[in-house]
């Protein structure tokens, strides 16, 4: 039986990534297959859906930036959101109760305050796929869209915590000593070296955490995060976060299945969830008029609304929890599991249109922005500059360098991160904040100018879309990108690059070429 359920939840999941939407869409498909197969999910498939609980809220407290959490557009932006969709669900919920439409008719206010609630939060599942698909994780709305996301999810974990119903021992108190071991747990991280014994350095993390909550009568999820925090800002905790991805949505399937499997849809349940998803636009025009308020320029704010226009899996465990304590009937969870589904098919469809979405509405769009720009946001020019350096990592700073050599103070690096920027202008490097798949900045800047410009982005994605944005803004000069695979080269140069370089073969050639005139050059007596 075993073997059944992992071949139907890969099928599910395939046809699911092959219609664009993420694999878990899917695996809910799955579950209802499973359901209406009269399978019973069991104490198994219920504890490795606790356990990909547990790995995805230890690889937020990884990625938890609390210095990023403090900028105004992310904390009060995202409070502001979501207690103003709390509102107007409950009253759209409300109205619906009164036709007599069931199983709405007779809730009680608190019940239809929580299934908004759950009803609030943005997938960042969806998001971050949609976004490093397109390469723009790094772009200004990434970035806003992510720390939301983030924000968000401590919220849930708020609420999870608070839904325990018990209060903790006394001995509860003792973990505001964890911060002590933190030296001591980031040598051990710092000595275990990559890969697999990374991977169960972190299984131990965050199952110790959830357990030493537990243990005092907390939250076991609440600990998951809280160990997740602990190891944050390690050089090695994005490498520990990336190494436990796959591995953390492997047990999540888990979850999904046993949402499915909770119960079979029926017309009910699919006209309601529908009428859910009459929501969307709101949320969008929402997030959208919120985030220009704070300043945002209205191309970050849209395609920042774009992202976060869906609901989430969090929703499904806020209504799991709901369920469990009886604050809500097991139909509401199979209803949130189906607007889920169809709010990543709406989502994934205008997701994907954004950027020709921004350029046919821009007119509408603009007189929402306010007079003032967000510094991050700010369009920053690069002058009389010739040649433009996208992306200023190991690649593109010894670019850098060379390119200076011939053309001097005519080379402008482009990088979006601040930090970087701010360090590389110590060393007297032209450099300014940019971002190369942003349209308003080519539209900012004259394209007659520059002769050359050079992506060394971290990811294909990021060169791929950069070069797509130039060439849709009529830009007519030379593009140079790099490349990790010979696919990936052919690829670029299909949407316009003029080189692509497979940085690892030029690697190769360039070390073979040092070695060989080494070799060949006069021995030293």
């Known amino acids: 039986m075993d073997i059944v359920w992992l071949a139907l939840a890969f099928a599910c999941g395939w046809i699911a990534q092959q219609l664009t939407l993420p694999p878990l869409v899917g695996f809910l498909a799955a579950g209802f297959g499973l359901r209406a197969l009269g399978a019973d999910g069991g ?67 608190t019940t239809l305050a929580l299934i908004a609630f759950a009803l609030s939060f943005s997938s960042t599942v969806f998001a971050i796929k949609a976004l490093e698909s397109r390469g723009e994780l790094s772009s200004c709305h990434g970035r806003v869209a992510i720390g939301i996301l983030i924000m968000q999810d401590i919220i849930a974990v708020v609420f999870l915590a608070a839904s325990s119903g018990k209060l903790p021992s006394a001995w509860a108190f003792l973990l505001l000593l964890l911060p002590l071991l933190k030296p001591f747990v980031m040598l051990i991280m710092h000595k275990t070296g990559h890969d697999e014994l990374l991977l169960l350095f972190g299984l131990v993390a965050a199952i110790a955490g959830a357990d030493l909550f537990e243990l005092v009568g907390m939250k076991a999820d609440l600990g998951a995060l809280a160990f997740g925090v602990l190891l944050g800002g390690h050089r090695k905790s994005s490498e520990l976060a990336k190494i436990m991805l796959h591995f953390k949505n492997l047990f999540l399937i888990g979850f999904f299945l046993t949402i499915g499997l909770s ?70 969870l199979v209803i949130i599991a189906l607007a889920l589904s169809f709010s990543f098919i709406q989502a994934s469809i205008f997701s994907s249109m954004e950027h020709r979405l921004y350029a046919r509405f821009e007119h509408l769009l603009l007189p929402f922005e306010s007079d003032t720009r967000l510094a991050e946001d700010e369009i920053v020019t690069p002058g009389d500059a010739e040649v433009l350096i996208f992306g200023l990592g190991r690649t593109g700073g010894n670019a850098y360098r060379a390119m200076r050599e011939d053309y001097g103070d005519r080379v402008c690096g482009v990088d979006y991160d601040q930090t970087r920027v701010d360090a590389y202008k110590k060393l007297g490097w032209r450099v300014i904040r940019g971002d190369a798949t942003d349209a308003d900045f080519w539209r900012a800047i004259d394209h007659q100018q520059i002769r050359m410009v050079m992506l060394a982005l971290p990811s294909f994605n990021e060169n791929l879309a950069a070069v797509k944005e130039l060439r849709s803004a009529g830009y007519p000069g030379f593009i140079a990108a790099t490349a990790h695979f010979d696919d990936e080269r052919a ?33 030293r007596t």
């Not at 937020?60 to 930036?65: E, Y």
């Not at 009428?275 to 949320?283: H, S």
């Not at 704010?301 to 774009?306: C, Q, W």
Request: glycine content about 8%; cysteine-free.
């Open 491 to 523: 690829r670029l140069e299909s949407a316009g690059a003029d080189a692509a370089f497979n940085i690892f073969a030029e690697a190769g050639a360039g070390f073979a070429a040092h070695a060989r005139s080494s070799y060949e050059s006069p021995r």
């Open 263 to 332: 119960g079979l849809p029926g017309p009910r349940e699919f006209g309601i969830a529908l009428l859910l998803t009459l929501i969307m636009p709101f949320k969008f025009l929402l997030f959208f008029t919120i985030l220009t308020r704070f300043h945002l320029r209205a191309r970050t704010a849209m395609l920042t609304a774009l992202n976060l226009s869906n609901y989430s899996e969090f929703g499904l465990i806020v209504a799991a929890i709901g369920v469990t304590n009886a604050w809500l009937s097991n139909e509401w």
């Open 43 to 109: 104490e198994l498939l219920q504890q490795i859906a606790d356990l990909g609980i547990t790995l995805l809220l230890f690889t937020i407290g990884l990625k938890l930036n609390l210095r990023s959490l403090l900028r105004p557009e992310i904390w009060a932006g995202t409070s502001l959101h979501m207690a103003i969709t709390i509102v107007v669900s409950v009253a759209v919920l409300w109205l619906l109760g009164l036709s007599g439409l069931a199983p709405i008719a007779g809730l009680p206010v």
